[in-house]
């Protein structure tokens, strides 16, 4: 079966710019996860979809975070406007069925940088 | 919300030893603890999980225990070899995955 894809694979942008990284599950997988990786730590929850629905948008900054599934399969996460501790490799996760338990798939991750 | 506490954040060891790493969470709601490999510049990939019904499992060389009552969790390695060299995340959860912050493995030949 085809991964998890991801685009782009790198971003560098100044800061107070606005991105957007697109991300599109396995086939079927109904549970969609994107992480923030910043460099030397372990990946950090932003935001859970099931199906098109938001679980757990919890540690989303909401101010300048953004992230939508329409018709429950591919997801864009944005930034609007950035800040230089947004620099991190923001990581995309499906799986099966509801709950971690499934087991995640990591795509490649978009690596950005902000100057 | 759960926290995930990982140890040692660096491990060095020569070929042929055994690498351990340690992890220990706090929400006792917690059933589902995995353990990621991550190479440099490349995707976290799943190396062996274990849920809280089950307090040890073995795949070949790696093998992982969990002590719920302690909530905390183990990754072992047996005989390593220069390949294994990477960064380990444990992590713990049951609807989303909280991640500990990493341990660098360096194995010597």
């Known amino acids: 079966e085809a991964g998890v894809a991801q685009s782009p694979r790198y971003k560098i942008i100044e800061k107070r710019q606005s991105v957007a990284f697109w991300c599109n599950p396995i086939?079927?997988?109904?549970?969609l996860y994107w992480y923030q990786q910043i460099l030397g730590q372990g990946p950090k929850l932003l935001i859970q979809?099931?199906?098109?629905?938001?679980?757990?948008d919890s540690q989303l900054p909401k101010d300048r975070f953004s992230a939508e599934r329409l018709k429950g399969v591919d997801s864009t996460l944005k930034i609007q406007p950035a800040k230089l501790e947004d620099s991190a490799v923001y990581l995309c996760a499906s799986t099966r069925g509801q709950g971690s338990s499934y087991g995640y798939t990591f795509g490649s991750g978009t690596r950005l940088t902000v100057v | 919300g759960e926290n995930v506490e990982q140890h040692p954040s660096t491990l060095s060891v020569q070929e042929g030893d055994s690498a351990v790493i340690k992890c220990t969470y706090s929400d006792s709601a917690s059933n589902y603890f995995p353990w990621y490999k991550q190479e440099l510049g490349k995707r976290p990939q799943l190396i062996i999980d274990i849920r809280s019904n089950v307090g040890e499992k073995k795949d070949q060389r790696i093998a992982v225990t969990l002590n719920k009552t302690a909530k905390h969790f183990s990754l072992h390695i047996t005989e390593t070899q220069p390949e294994d060299s990477a960064v380990y995340f444990c992590?713990?959860?049951?609807?989303?995955?909280?991640f500990g912050k990493g341990t660098m493995l360096l194995v010597s030949p």
């Open positions: 992590a713990a959860g049951y609807s989303t995955l909280t």
């Open positions: 979809f099931q199906n098109n629905g938001v679980v757990d």
């Open positions: 086939s079927g997988h109904a549970t």
